[in-house]
T-cell receptor, first 113, second 118 residues
């Protein structure tokens, strides 16, 4: 079955530690996206990549970093510089960059204490 | 700037009643419009999409949406709600700006939480 996988489902870290969230897709999509979701705030775009080895900052990129070395993979690192990292993180992909429909993974809930 | 507004934060309906969730957008000349549904702790699932053509769009799970350019709206409807429809619903917009250039991403509304009473 084609789809997007995010692992792990739940992640716990101590404050001051960097943590990397995994996102893999086997849909052969060119574009991939990372969103952060907080209660009552909808989805906010962190980073997106329209092609391998290229990515752009979204609306709330500070304290986050990404890489896109393979078409299938778009890992997100939450650094210690992110002031309030506890949130639900969603990865998505679309057939190519632009305004096409996006398909979402199941999400990772990160808790930092 | 592009924006999507969902005026209702929370809607409650009785099972079997009809449903309409509102979405207004502010976008360029050619908006692409989407509705997604999210169950608690899950990812988003695409319900339907509008790119062009017929302004009444059918989706999965019995949902439909109507694009009204004059009102800048794309409201989601269902004639008879089931208890399993309780979830959060997101409207999203993308598309081409006035210069014909894609914005490269989607803009999401804040979401509407739907509660269904038995």
């Amino acid at each position: 079955d084609g789809g997007i996988t995010q692992s792990p489902k739940y992640l716990f870290r101590k404050e001051g530690q960097n943590v990397t969230l995994s996102c893999e897709q086997n849909l052969n999509h060119d574009a991939m996206y990372w969103y952060r979701q907080d209660p009552g705030q909808g989805l906010r775009l962190i980073y997106y990549s329209q092609i391998v080895n290229d990515f752009q900052k979204g609306d709330i990129a500070e304290g986050y970093s990404v890489s896109r070395e393979k078409k299938e993979s778009f890992p997100l690192t939450v650094t210690s510089a992110q002031k309030n990292p506890t949130a639900f993180y969603l990865c998505a992909s679309s057939i190519r960059g632009g305004s096409y429909e996006q398909y979402f993974g199941p999400g990772t809930r990160l808790t930092v204490t | 700037a592009q924006s999507v507004t969902q005026p209702d934060i929370h809607i409650t309906v009785s099972e079997g009643a009809s449903l309409e969730l509102r979405c207004n957008y502010s976008y360029g000349a050619t908006p692409y419009l989407f509705w997604y549904v999210q169950s608690p702790g899950q990812g988003l699932q695409l319900l339907l999409k509008y790119f062009s053509g017929d302004t009444l769009v059918q989706g999965i799970k019995g949902f439909e949406a109507e694009f009204k350019r004059s009102q800048s709206s794309f409201n989601l409807r269902k004639p008879s709600v089931h208890w399993s429809d309780a979830a959060e619903y997101f409207c999203a917009a993308g598309g081409l700006g006035d210069g014909g250039t894609s914005y490269g991403k989607l803009t999401f509304g804040q979401g509407t939480i739907l509660t269904v009473h038995p």
